[in-house]
């Protein structure tokens, strides 16, 4: 499979995670902060097999990345999880597109990265997105502003974590896969405390942990496709499509929760715009 199709695969997974968590957030209902706990379960051992598969497993050099994990996807799948119960799966998926933009101003800001024009009109495309998004005339009732408050929060956690690893592991000899687990591994500890914390009851019934297995299992598959991509394929070649998830994530809501979304135009738009703008900076940052 060339880098093409694994990222397409990579960008489809991802964007089908917020509709099998819509799915999942029925009655009867875990708490959110479970729910995530158990999404992470079934990522993490989706990537640790895989880290056996590729083999080279390591501990030497998994500091970034620990430190990583614990800021995405430990504390920003709490807050993407309750953004889609709020917000609905089309629109959180378009709010978590944004995380390009808030990567660009902490690289401006923290790192103090010069980025070019492209970056820049990429960047104005991303907040057109997001403007679209917000004067939206008629939603869903479902549909709550703070919804995609969280689902922003969740994008520029996402963001901090880039430009973290950015920042600490250019030049690491750590295997991708391990690298992964590895985040994983640090995301479980964040999300056990926070759920240990708020005395969430951990004992459910299997059909209920089995809705949350599967968008997890989404998130590991699309990991691994997305980092295959990358070996077999340029960044300008790859990232583009991998953009490309938010357009998923609202395509995929559009065909399989149909009204209940009720996706219009605007929206459309909207992610067309994050996923345009989010394109040219990976692409060109």
């Not at 895989?50 to 080279?56: F, H, L, N, V, W």
């Not at 990567?103 to 990429?122: I, S």
């Amino acid at each position: 499979m060339d880098a093409v199709a694994l990222a397409l695969v990579s960008a489809a997974l991802f964007g089908a995670m917020p509709v099998a968590v819509r799915f999942a957030l029925v009655p009867p209902m875990v708490p959110a902060a479970v729910g995530a706990l158990i999404m992470q379960m079934a990522t993490f051992a989706v990537l640790c097999v895989a880290a056996a598969i590729q083999g080279g497993v390591t501990l030497h050099g998994l500091v970034p990345f620990l430190l990583a994990g614990a800021i995405a996807p430990g504390l920003s799948n709490l807050f993407i999880t309750v953004a889609i119960r709020e917000a609905g799966a089309s629109r959180a998926s378009v709010a978590f597109g944004v995380a390009p933009l808030f990567a660009v101003t902490l690289a401006v800001l923290v790192f103090d990265e010069r980025p070019g024009p492209a970056v820049l009109v990429g960047a104005l495309l991303i907040a057109g997105g997001g403007i679209a998004l917000a004067l939206e005339p008629e939603r869903p009732r479902h549909v709550r502003t703070i919804g995609i408050v969280y689902g922003l929060v969740g994008a520029a956690l996402f963001a901090s974590r880039d430009n973290l690893v950015r920042e600490l592991s250019l030049d690491t000899d750590v295997p991708s896969m391990t690298a992964g687990a590895a985040m994983l591994a640090s995301s479980l500890v964040v999300t056990s405390g926070f759920v240990v914390a708020r005395r969430n009851r951990l004992s459910w019934p299997l059909p209920v942990v089995a809705r949350w297995l599967l968008p997890g299992a989404f998130v590991g598959i699309s990991y691994i496709a997305l980092f295959e991509a990358f070996y077999r394929g340029t960044v300008s070649i790859v990232a583009p499509i991998v953009a490309t998830e938010s357009l998923f994530g609202v395509v995929f809501s559009a065909l399989l929760l149909g009204k209940l979304e009720r996706v219009g135009p605007r929206l459309v738009l909207g992610a067309a715009l994050v996923v345009t703008g989010g394109a040219l900076i990976a692409v060109l940052r």
